[in-house]
């Protein structure tokens, strides 16, 4: 009977050796793969917001939340929900350019007027 115990002992701790590695190694792999899921979730979201703060940079240089929707439209994207407009993604994503401000559309005017105008001395004289 000694025999067969021993042997019914080291099946019995065979099965369970090979049943902990079917266990550990499955919840090892499982582990992995979810840690390559928060990695890539954490990716999606910081791109998410880098899109989100574009989207409400486009928003502040249009100024208009119907125009920027009419634009991604034209370009085949579906947006959905509001766009938010956050004060600090004009200046994060992108300046205005000069050209598109009101001082810079005044002194655009003015110059033009003084040119025009030493146009008409110049031809004047």
Known sequence: ??????????????????????????????EDDLAIFTQRVSLLATQTEEIENWRAGLRCFFGSTQITHDLFSALGVCVTGTCPLCASACHVCFNRPRSLTRKASFAKTIWAVYTHLAELIRTYM
């Open 1 to 30: 009977m000694g025999l067969l115990d021993e042997w019914g002992d080291v099946l019995i701790e065979e099965g369970l050796r090979e049943a902990a590695d079917t266990f550990f190694g499955a919840r090892k792999a499982l």
